[in-house]
């Protein structure tokens, strides 16, 4: 059943042309958003538009590049004439790519630090704005469950601990403006590019998922509800928090999966 909980909302999300964005895109257009599909893959994007327009719903596609400035303010610009307004920012972009120590690539890191970290960080510095002039709003950073324990891929695990203090820092810089800044942080989330080349290093066997109290990895959909309910007026009275959603893998003890499966993402097996 559709409860329309966005209706009269506008959402940016970015990363929206796969995986978690595309999912929270969706959700949140069936929820009654207008939402702003940002994204790199033109194609996609004005496909997943189009397919979202055909079921009735509003949805638009903007070309961002988390980390160009000039993407952020167009993506702001188109809000503001297209809409008349922003409530919602979901910084979902990312990046997982391999830069672990020792002799970590300086120039990886930086393309990864780019991506996760100062790309949402430019899109929290534009869209307040905007959001305040709406009235406030709800930004929902998705870091991960690497930026609570840590993962052996150094600068991933970095840059998603960094998200989480920004985030926070968000929170209580905006608060006066009536916008409320939240986290959540996925485990293994089935359809990402990191559970795709897990299955694809395991056989297809759900390893990952198997260690999770719940026996499986997660669903996007499932964490886009999550999302929704960040974005919603149902967490009205909740910012500056960090919400898991990974099946109780960080209270099986996240640290100790990581470490017995360290070759897996640190590609160790391509030196041999």
């Known amino acids: 059943m559709v409860n329309m909980t966005l209706k009269g909302k506008t959402a940016l999300v970015t990363g929206a042309t796969s995986g978690i964005g595309?999912?929270?895109?969706?959700?949140?257009?069936?929820?009654?958003?207008?939402?702003?599909?940002?994204?790199?893959?033109?194609?996609?994007?004005?496909?997943?538009?189009?397919?979202?327009?055909?079921?009735?719903?509003?949805?638009?596609?903007?070309?961002?590049?988390?980390?160009?400035?000039?993407?952020?303010?167009?993506?702001?610009?188109?809000?503001?004439?297209?809409?008349?307004?922003?409530?919602?920012?979901?910084?979902?972009?990312?990046?997982?790519?391999?830069c672990a120590y020792p002799n970590i690539d300086l120039k990886e890191w930086e393309k990864v630090m780019a991506t996760n970290v100062t790309?949402?960080?430019?899109?929290?510095?534009?869209?307040?704005?905007?959001?305040?002039?709406?009235?406030?709003?709800?930004?929902?950073?998705?870091?991960?469950?690497?930026?609570?324990?840590?993962?052996?891929?150094?600068?991933?695990?970095?840059?998603?601990?960094?998200?989480?203090?920004?985030?926070?820092?968000?929170?209580?810089?905006?608060?006066?403006?009536?916008?409320?800044?939240?986290?959540i942080a996925p485990g293994f989330i089935g359809g990402t590019n990191m559970t795709k080349a897990i299955l694809e290093k395991t056989g297809g066997q759900d390893v990952m998922g198997k260690m999770t109290l719940l026996g499986r990895s997660g669903k996007t959909n499932e964490l886009a509800q999550a999302a929704l309910f960040l974005a919603s007026d149902a967490s009205s009275y909740i910012t500056g928090l960090d919400i898991p959603v990974d099946g109780g893998l960080y209270t099986a003890g996240y640290y100790g999966t990581m470490k017995a499966n360290m070759k897996m993402f640190t590609g160790e097996e391509k030196t041999k």
């Open 119 to 183: 790309g949402p960080m430019m899109g929290i510095d534009l869209c307040a704005p905007l959001m305040k002039q709406s009235g406030g709003g709800s930004i929902v950073n998705i870091s991960s469950l690497g930026g609570m324990y840590g993962t052996p891929s150094t600068a991933y695990s970095t840059s998603k601990w960094a998200i989480r203090g920004l985030s926070a820092n968000a929170a209580f810089s905006f608060s006066d403006w009536g916008i409320r800044s939240n986290v």
């Open 22 to 98: 595309e999912a929270i895109a969706r959700l949140f257009a069936s929820e009654g958003a207008q939402v702003i599909i940002g994204g790199r893959k033109d194609e996609i994007g004005t496909s997943i538009v189009k397919d979202i327009r055909d079921q009735g719903f509003d949805a638009s596609y903007v070309h961002l590049e988390v980390t160009e400035q000039n993407d952020w303010k167009k993506a702001v610009q188109f809000a503001q004439d297209t809409y008349g307004q922003l409530n919602i920012l979901v910084n979902n972009a990312g990046t997982n790519e391999i």
